[in-house]
């Protein structure tokens, strides 16, 4: 069995449990945010399209895409 002891010793108070878990909640949070990073820069993005324009939307389009959203949102299809 490991034995793991606070980073900061001595402690203040007696309340070494939270201060145990708290290390070893600290050090699980880092390194897993570390693993996230490491996979977050090895995907390859590639390059949106932009050699086809796009053509621009109207009020009218906008307000048509809106107005079914909030349809969609509220429930009143």
Known sequence: ????????L???S???MAAIAW???DTADRQGERARD???RAIKREPSDL????APMDV???RRIRDEN???KHGKD
């Open 1 to 8: 069995m490991r034995v793991v002891c606070p980073s900061r």
């Open 10 to 12: 001595p402690l203040k």
């Open 14 to 16: 007696h309340n070494y």
């Open 23 to 25: 290390d070893l909640a």
């Open 38 to 40: 490491i996979s977050h």
């Open 51 to 54: 050699s086809r324009p796009v």
């Open 60 to 62: 009218a389009e906008m």
């Open 70 to 72: 909030m349809r969609k």
